[in-house]
């Protein structure tokens, strides 16, 4: 079955730092590139970053460049967002999510909800 | 940025009944279109990709068109479980940066 799994979500204070995982299985994860997405609360989807299959490109929404890093192990199967300096404002549910061959994004993980707040 | 801008922002339909979803960019973004159906407490699902191809095991009654700046989602005869938020999504030439709708609401009338 193919499937994507994050964790790492939680409550953090204004400032500090979380980084997320998503645990990939069922399908070839070097072949893909792979996106984070969120959702704040009542919200709708907002793409935060993508990342090419061997981590060569990443690219990133305005919002999030320069305090947020997307990194892969594909050793490991796994999809990671580093969050640093973070704010009220990116307080939100967090998806992971593959890249399908046709532009669009084809499985998504359950998401992991991050909090900031003090 | 290209900015994509959904209507209406709400619909109000029966089931049976044909749903028409309109999802307008700011400029053209090609055939790099996609929509997702997303249920209370779930993660989005991908229903079509480059503006008219169903997903893999959706079913027929979802249909995409469009090309350059206006696409259209259609349900051609609602079925209970149709009733959700539905989004559009475009991903630029390059670099591939993505952007989102910000979503009908499919509610039973």
């Known amino acids: 079955e193919v499937q994507l799994v994050e964790s790492g979500g939680g409550l953090v204070q204004p400032g500090g730092s979380l980084r997320l995982s998503c645990a990939a299985s069922?399908?070839?994860?070097?072949?893909?590139?792979m996106s984070w997405v969120r959702q704040a609360p009542g919200k709708g989807l907002e793409w935060v970053a993508n990342?090419?299959?061997?981590?060569?490109?990443?690219y990133y929404v305005d919002s999030v460049k320069g305090r947020f890093t997307i990194s892969r192990d594909n050793a490991k199967n796994s999809l990671y967002l580093q969050m640093n300096s973070l704010r009220a404002e990116d307080t939100a549910v967090y998806y992971c999510a593959r890249l399908g061959t046709g532009h669009g994004m084809d499985v998504w993980g359950q998401g992991t909800t991050v909090t900031v707040s003090s | 940025e290209i900015v994509l801008t959904q209507s209406p922002a709400t619909l109000s339909l029966s089931p049976g009944e044909r749903a028409t979803l309109s999802c307008r960019a700011s400029q053209s973004v090609s055939s790099y279109l996609a929509w997702y159906q997303q249920k209370p407490g779930q993660a989005p699902r991908l229903l079509i990709y480059?503006?008219?191809n169903r997903a893999t095991g959706i079913p027929a009654r979802f249909s995409g068109s469009g090309s350059g700046t206006d696409f259209t989602l259609t349900i051609s005869s609602l079925e209970p479980e149709d009733f959700a938020v539905y989004y559009c999504?475009?991903?630029?030439?390059?670099?591939?940066?993505?952007?989102f709708g910000q979503g009908t609401k499919l509610e039973i009338k």
């Open positions: 069922g399908f070839t994860f070097s072949s893909y590139w």
């Open positions: 990342i090419k299959q061997d981590g060569s490109e990443k």
């Open positions: 999504q475009q991903r630029s030439n390059w670099p591939p940066l993505y952007t």
């Open positions: 480059d503006a008219s």
